[in-house]
């Protein structure tokens, strides 16, 4: 498991399938739309390595909806990892979900 994300682990994956597993082990399919980095600091790691901060923009289908959570998250070509995954509420295209790391 992934347990220290930096936005270098996201930023070639714009596009893809994410599954993020729901309480009843439904996976709910995440296409990710975004990744938003910023010039700030973040936190250090376990390593002592620092991270930018940054966030992670998903769209997800119109049901089922996630709601506010920690999810296990799985991609084809990543280890599994942990979101806290927020609702933004859908835009033309379907419901929105953000995961923000500072």
């Known amino acids: 498991m992934i347990e220290w ?12 399938r994410f599954d993020a597993m729901a309480g ?19 936190g250090r790691g376990p390593d002592g390595q620092e991270r930018t901060q940054f966030s992670l ?27 806290f995954l927020v609702p933004l509420g859908p835009d033309a295209d379907g419901p929105r979900y953000e995961a923000s790391f500072a």
């Open 5 to 16: 994300l930096t936005d270098e682990h996201f930023g070639s994956r714009v596009g893809e």
């Open 57 to 83: 923009l998903f769209r997800g289908p119109l049901s089922p909806a996630l709601g506010q959570g920690t999810y296990d998250v799985r991609h084809a070509e990543l280890e599994d990892f942990v979101l």
């Open 24 to 42: 009843d082990g439904v996976a709910v399919v995440l296409e990710l739309v975004e990744v938003v980095t910023s010039d700030e600091p973040g």
